[in-house]
């Protein structure tokens, strides 16, 4: 964390830092950080216990800063709701486009912003329409659907669950092969190619991220 301490003030950012999970809740309570990066690995408690406490407190982003690239730890991490996961060894330029992404979607959930924009994209909540450039784009209810969740996530990775759960219900949350179908006409009608996605991101094993520019 040294490393970090060292790193982030050049950037603009504040650093309060706590060894433990008790005291960084303590911190968390009384400074009201506008982020948390939190390494899983604590000496006196679980960091997913920590996730759930600040997540209780309401929509502040966190993203895992982490030793474990376990598939497993990273889905359950993102559950639990955290924003996203940075396993190390990290880039420190990788970790402070994930942490403005995360602050950029904090302050889009606060505000709600009616067009999204990232590149040429851009997408009018209010009117259901999404252009690129200049053109409209026709998407189906459900290609559009699961655009606005990962426009309302956007900077953030979603799991394959919380998708499937969220845009079309509990009793969909094993219908991955089906996601991944509407996934890939979602693609062929915004991305420039669709065998190397820019803006739909895939997060192997775990699930999508729309980029935030």
């Known amino acids: 964390m040294r490393f970090l301490r060292a790193s982030l003030p050049p950037h603009g950012y504040k650093c309060i830092e706590a060894v433990t999970g008790a005291a960084a809740l303590k911190a968390f309570a009384e400074q009201k950080p506008d982020a948390v990066i939190l390494d899983l690995g604590l000496p006196d408690q679980d960091g997913f216990a920590v996730i759930e406490q600040i997540r209780k407190a309401g929509l502040t982003p966190i993203i ?55 590149g040429s994209l851009s997408v009018d909540l209010v009117h259901r329409r999404v252009h690129l450039g200049e053109n409209e784009i026709h998407l189906s209810p459900k290609e559009y659907n699961l655009l606005k969740y990962l426009v309302s996530h956007a900077g953030k990775v979603v799991t394959h669950q919380q998708l499937l759960r969220d845009v079309w219900g509990p009793a969909h949350v094993e219908d991955v092969q089906y996601l991944r179908v509407l996934m890939r006409t979602l693609r062929q009608k915004l991305e420039p190619d669709a065998s190397t996605p820019r803006l739909l991101i895939t997060e192997a094993g775990v699930g999508y991220r729309l980029l935030a520019q």
Request: charged fraction near 30%; glycine fraction near 8%; proline fraction near 4%.
């Open 64 to 118: 895992i800063l982490s030793a474990r690239s376990d598939v497993e730890g990273k889905v359950r991490a993102l559950e639990l709701g955290a924003d996203d996961y940075v396993t190390k060894p990290f880039d420190m330029t990788e970790l402070l486009a994930r942490l403005k992404a995360a602050l950029r979607h904090g302050l889009q959930v606060a505000g709600e912003t009616p067009v999204f924009r990232s």
